[in-house]
């Protein structure tokens, strides 16, 4: 009966000691030097404006996770959970965020403040149930007040990153991102030209999708734009007719699409329907389109179309076949495209722009008047 005793207790043992590897802090902080048992509180505070969820490896914007504080009177492990690990619990829980913790102790019945650091988690590359080096520890010592690299008199830097401190990189797409707000059509003629508001600042957004909507059909990608350009033309299609187009505008960071900003109904006809096709019509092979405006100067747009996902690439050539640049190059979802193409840089001219994809190429020009 000993013996079954001794054995059940080993697998107890056993079985608390893997729970309590599988719930370590992420970030811990170990009070040590505190012989007298003074009371000490670790605060954890958002300073970024926003934050982040790691839920299934998706990264969803959160109002969650904004503070928190802990306190003891003992030398002790402080432990703070990241939310890829942990949804709720009876640690304090941080998102993917900029956070502000402060030391504080208590001095005749009030807390005094004694060391702070930053700390930065913004990266996507902190999936959920990160491995175990995305742990870190920092000593609190009571005894000097400070923040310090553990086992070591050497302060802790009272700003750094997660990716600085272990084994994770730096990345910050796929981060949901914020909406664009204030979509308007504000053309009074020809093509449709779609605004909306945004800040300019590009951090944690690499760019817009635009979705178009024919007599109800379904939403298609009729085109995208970079983080910095804030408006987009359709071409193909044009203003004061009979037929309706819906239009919803996401912004993106990566692959990741943000919710659709508010939704925009334009009265419109078909035009050039060889070149352009009806969301109600299917492709069967790639389409190049004409380049909008031409002439231009020093910024057009060149729409292409995809009937399946491929490979795509766009090169634009001088007449002397000289190679100038590269504009789209890498694999492509099926469906609309656009690219802007600025030509700052070139002389007045006729340029050449060839389209390829698998099987498919496709010539057109483009002119350039300054």
Known sequence: MKKILLIFFVLFTNLLNAQEEVTAGELMINIINNSTLKEVSVTFELISDFCWTAKNNIHDLTTSYYTSTVYTNSEEQLQFHGCWEVESGSYPIFGLGLYKFTANEKVNGQYEYKDHFYIDYRTSAIPEDCPAGCDYAIDFNVSSGTFKYVGSSVAFPEETAIWNLVDISLDKTELEPLPPEDLVQTATTGCPVLSWVHPIDC???????????????????????????????????????????????????????????????????????????????????????????????????????????????????????????????????????????????????????????DNFVQTKKLVLVK
């Open 203 to 357: 951090e944690y957004r690499t760019g817009y999708n635009i979705y178009r909507s024919i007599s109800g059909s379904n939403y298609v990608l009729v085109g995208s734009t970079a983080c910095s350009t804030n408006t987009f033309t359709d071409i193909g299609i044009q203003i004061n007719g009979g037929g309706t187009a819906n239009y919803k505008v996401k912004a993106k960071d990566g692959n990741r699409e943000s919710i659709s900003s508010n939704i925009v109904s334009v009265s419109i006809v078909a035009v050039d329907k060889k070149q352009f096709k009806l969301e109600n019509q299917l492709i069967s092979s790639p389409v190049l389109l004409q380049n909008y405006p031409n002439p231009f100067n020093p910024i057009t747009t060149i729409n292409y179309s995809v009937p399946s996902s491929q490979n795509v690439s766009i090169i634009i050539y001088d007449l002397l076949g000289k190679k100038v640049i590269e504009l789209v190059k890498g694999y492509k979802e099926a469906g609309d495209h656009s690219i802007e193409f600025d030509g700052s840089n070139l002389n007045t001219g006729v340029y050449i722009y060839v389209m390829r994809a």
